[in-house]
């Protein structure tokens, strides 16, 4: 296949640069990215974030990591830890997560004791101590009252123990971020503070909220916004009923239909793994290659290797058992391989 027949084919699954986002691009973007190795972007928004990221002023040097003893950089002050493996690894981390198990288990056992005349029952909040109430489905499951207590409940065992950058270039601790009173804005230059960053990024920079959203790493359906206007808009009376709109639900099934690019947010990813952390390690297995037994790392899925050099190495001994010597090969009439 010629180079130009191999852009034409990767045209519509190109890959963002800055936000690894898939997107449809042109046959002049496929072929500088097939003849030159070019960085390629969905949006201006995501062009000017890479750039400013690869351009930007030095990071300062906030000296040896407590736990690997390296140096890192970072823009936030008096961080103790240069990534969040190092954090989990230290012995402060081991005595918030053993109060945080403990509190969550007491939390447990008085729901589960709790009888009144509702399916559901009254759990206290992790965050804010506050009772609310549960529904039966979701006891054991739901422990924070609002997504803001959520996110002041990582943001304490996390992002504040970490290196925290705050730039439009992929900020790390978004949980830290929207945990405050008043946001600031993440584009260079800007000087404004206010509550709800969206609105201020569409109607000062004239960027959408979904561009914007991806350029600095956020999930989608996330509202920027403070953490008081998060609680103010979360406990509004719902009221009105709502109304079947098929013109709407048509146009979100076109939408879905012509989306031929995946997104996933490193705030889904953050999250993720400070889920997985909380999970605590997974039961004992055999090794299928060296049969010694380990602990599984997470609870989830079945692990059938210890180590990745284990499972390589199990690999490539069946590889070989398949594979046939070459004396043992049949050969052509002209004296090449069959």
Same mark, same amino acid.
């Given at each position: 296949?010629?180079?130009?027949?191999?852009?034409?084919?990767?045209?519509?699954?190109?890959?963002?640069?800055?936000?690894?986002?898939?997107?449809?691009?042109?046959?002049?973007?496929?072929?500088?990215?097939?003849?030159?190795?070019?960085?390629?972007?969905?949006?201006?928004?995501?062009?000017?974030?890479?750039?400013?990221?690869?351009?930007?002023?030095?990071?300062?040097?906030?000296?040896?990591?407590?736990?690997?003893?390296?140096?890192?950089?970072?823009?936030?002050?008096?961080? *103790?830890?240069?990534?969040?493996?190092?954090?989990?690894?230290?012995?402060?981390?081991?005595?918030?997560?053993?109060?945080?198990?403990?509190?969550?288990?007491?939390?447990?056992?008085?729901?589960?004791?709790?009888?009144?005349?509702?399916?559901?029952?009254?759990?206290?909040?992790?965050?804010?101590?506050?009772?609310?109430?549960?529904?039966?489905?979701?006891?054991?499951?739901?422990?924070?009252?609002?997504?803001?207590?959520?996110?002041?409940?990582?943001?304490?065992?996390?992002?504040?123990?970490?290196?925290?950058?705050?730039?439009?270039?992929?900020?790390?601790?978004?949980?830290?971020?929207?945990?405050?009173?008043?946001?600031?804005?993440?584009?260079?230059?800007?000087?404004?503070?206010?509550?709800?960053?969206?609105?201020?990024?569409?109607?000062?920079?004239?960027?959408?909220?979904?561009?914007?959203?991806?350029?600095?790493?956020?999930?989608?359906?996330?509202?920027?916004?403070?953490?008081?206007?998060?609680?103010?808009?979360?406990?509004?009376?719902?009221?009105?009923?709502?109304?079947?709109?098929?013109?709407?639900?048509?146009?979100?099934?076109?939408?879905?239909?012509?989306?031929?690019?995946?997104?996933?947010?490193?705030?889904?990813?953050?999250?993720?793994?400070?889920?997985?952390?909380?999970?605590?390690?997974?039961?004992?297995?055999?090794?299928?290659?060296?049969?010694?037994?380990?602990?599984?790392?997470?609870?989830?899925? *079945?692990?059938?290797?210890?180590?990745?050099?284990?499972?390589?190495?199990?690999?490539?001994?069946?590889?070989?058992?398949?594979?046939?010597?070459?004396?043992?090969?049949?050969?052509?009439?002209?004296?090449?391989?069959?």
């Amino acid at each position: 296949m010629s180079k130009r027949a191999y852009a034409t084919s990767i045209k519509d699954k190109l890959v963002c640069a800055h936000c690894a986002s898939m997107f449809v691009g042109t046959q002049k973007q496929a072929e500088h990215y097939v003849y030159n190795n070019s960085n390629l972007f969905c949006t201006d928004v995501c062009r000017y974030a890479f750039l400013k990221n690869k351009f930007s002023t030095p990071v300062p040097n906030r000296g040896p990591c407590k736990t690997c003893g390296k140096t890192f950089f970072t823009r936030r002050n008096n961080p *103790k830890f240069c990534s969040m493996d190092c954090y989990t690894k230290s012995e402060q981390f081991k005595v918030v997560s053993k109060k945080a198990r403990e509190i969550s288990l007491s939390a447990d056992s008085r729901a589960k004791q709790a009888t009144t005349i509702k399916t559901g029952v009254d759990i206290e909040c992790l965050e804010c101590k506050k009772l609310f109430y549960c529904k039966k489905g979701l006891i054991g499951k739901k422990r924070f009252c609002t997504k803001p207590c959520y996110r002041s409940y990582l943001n304490k065992r996390f992002d504040r123990q970490i290196a925290n950058p705050d730039q439009l270039a992929l900020p790390q601790g978004y949980d830290g971020f929207l945990d405050r009173v008043e946001l600031n804005c993440l584009i260079e230059g800007c000087e404004w503070t206010g509550k709800h960053l969206s609105i201020h990024v569409n109607q000062a920079h004239g960027i959408e909220a979904k561009n914007f959203k991806k350029a600095a790493g956020f999930n989608l359906h996330t509202g920027v916004i403070s953490k008081d206007l998060c609680e103010t808009l979360s406990n509004r009376e719902k009221v009105g009923i709502a109304v079947h709109n098929p013109y709407r639900l048509d146009n979100i099934e076109k939408l879905k239909a012509s989306a031929k690019g995946f997104y996933k947010s490193n705030e889904s990813k953050e999250h993720a793994r400070k889920s997985r952390i909380f999970m605590g390690s997974g039961p004992q297995r055999i090794c299928e290659a060296c049969r010694i037994e380990f602990t599984q790392s997470t609870p989830m899925g *079945k692990a059938k290797y210890c180590s990745t050099p284990c499972r390589d190495n199990y690999y490539a001994q069946e590889r070989k058992k398949l594979t046939t010597p070459w004396y043992l090969r049949e050969r052509n009439l002209d004296g090449t391989f069959k």
